[in-house]
């Protein structure tokens, strides 16, 4: 079998223990030592030897305390009723709006995930705050699932990002030129998110809420005040990361207290709140991180096999034009980011990638663009991306349901990677006007 065959092999036992009702993570742990056992020829005491280290080491890795800090954050924002005043501030700017709170989803991602620069982060937080509320107010469930798989991928995207910061050390370009160059991607993404959600709620009047009251523009400034705490929390948490205060995973624990002070201001969270928002915290951020690390054992399950070598070895040894380079590495990137996390991904195949983009005089500021786009298109691939698995686990829907949710916005990521390569300058125009002599 072929290595593009063992890959397919891959992704069809991954489906195929998920279908059979499986934890997420265990899973993927069992596809992990398939890989070794029938690819690498390891023996099953030397796979046991080879998962310890690997899940040890993500489990109490430092990287990942931020991410219950976040959850934690959104769990006391939730418990506390502060998360009604964004749908409080927003709704009567948005009732003219086709698809109206479903727009909350998208722009929510979008701060959030320039704060977190996690996707796992974003889609945990938003979802946490944002899908009790959607689903009380009578709005969509798929589409509300849909979006926030899609937007939550915003997080790798818009700076500050923990994948691009990788991507730069591994091509050697400048990290200011990369960050400048994921602003306008970005924003295209949340326009082309919030365009589809508006042309659906259109055709599709009847799966809407009844339309609320109109309002006076005096009345939806008044409103207005109640995004006032939110905005503060965020705005907060931004100035004490671009200050350099605080590292990515301080700023978490400025959230987490920031959440407190406006919950205690709000009179809403009693000793009870408090409760429920650890015992919730604790959940969701066992499972994500359950989920991270055995992701993480089988991107090294990969690794031994060689797979991702191996297969942008043969895309070098095609002799493509730019074009048809470009065409293929977006569908290799796209099935092995389905099994293999973002950072792994760039770690394995930039030393065999790197030299056939040079070649081709393809630019690395943009290359970057386009392969953290990809990246995010395998989060949300139908039926075994990362957003996907983490929605799955809270809405309680099966892996068809969310997967079939997300499908139109992996269509849109797949426009927007094609805008970028037919329309280059959408990345390139503010590093090059930001750097111009």
């Known amino acids: 079998m072929g290595d593009l065959g063992v890959g397919v092999a891959i992704l069809a036992l991954l489906f195929a223990l998920l279908l059979t009702g499986l934890w997420i993570f265990v899973a993927i742990l069992l596809t992990g030592a398939a890989i070794l056992y029938f690819v690498s020829s390891f023996s099953l005491p030397r796979i046991g030897l080879n998962m310890y280290p690997i899940l040890m080491t993500k489990l109490t890795s430092y990287d990942f305390a931020s991410l219950p800090l976040f959850v934690w954050m959104a769990e006391i924002i939730f418990r506390s009723r502060i998360s009604d005043g964004i749908f409080q501030g927003l709704a009567p700017w948005l009732t003219r709006v086709p698809g109206r709170l479903l727009h909350v989803n998208v722009l929510g991602c979008g ?109 939806r400034i008044v ?41 205690w201001l709000s009179g809403g969270f009693t000793w009870n709140s408090f409760k429920q928002s650890i015992t919730g915290t604790v959940q969701i951020s066992c499972m994500i991180v359950l989920i991270l690390a055995a992701s993480a054992f089988m991107s090294s399950a990969l690794s031994y096999s060689g797979l991702p070598a191996k297969l942008a070895g043969w895309v ?4 493509l034009s730019t074009w048809a380079l ?4 977006l569908l290799i990137y796209a099935i092995l980011g389905t099994a293999v996390d973002g950072v792994s991904l760039i770690v394995l195949t930039m030393p065999v990638v790197l030299p056939l983009v040079i070649q081709a005089k393809i630019d690395l500021i943009w290359f970057g663009i386009f392969m953290i786009l990809v990246i995010e298109m395998s989060e949300v691939t139908p039926p075994v991306g990362f957003s996907l698995f983490v929605l799955q686990a809270m809405s309680g829907r ?15 990521l797949a426009v927007a990677v094609a805008l970028i390569t037919v329309f280059p300058q959408i990345v390139m125009v503010l590093p090059d006007a930001a750097f111009a002599r």
């Not at 050390?169 to 326009?191: E, H, M, N, Q, Y």
């Open 111 to 219: 701060l959030f995930g320039s704060v977190s620069g996690s996707s796992a982060a974003t889609c945990a937080t938003i979802a946490k705050i944002a899908l009790p509320e959607l689903k009380r107010r009578g709005y969509d469930e798929r589409v509300a699932l849909g979006s926030l798989a899609g937007a939550a991928t915003l997080g790798i995207l818009i700076p500050p990002s923990i994948t691009m910061v990788i991507y730069a050390l591994a091509a050697d370009v400048s990290l200011v030129r990369l960050f400048l160059a994921g602003f306008l991607p970005g924003l295209l993404v949340i326009l082309l998110y919030s365009g589809y959600i508006a042309v659906w709620a259109l055709l599709h009047p009847d799966r809407m809420p009844p339309r609320e009251s109109s309002t006076t523009f005096r009345e």
């Open 223 to 263: 409103a207005t005040k109640h995004l006032f705490p939110t905005f503060a929390l965020i705005l907060g948490i931004v100035v004490v990361l671009v200050m350099g205060w605080v590292s990515p995973s301080e700023c978490a624990a400025v959230g987490v207290a920031g959440a407190f002070v406006l919950a």
């Open 316 to 319: 070098g040894s095609l002799d």
């Open 326 to 329: 470009i065409a293929v590495l």
């Open 398 to 412: 099966d892996s068809f349901y969310v997967g079939a949710a997300a499908l139109p916005f992996f269509i849109l």
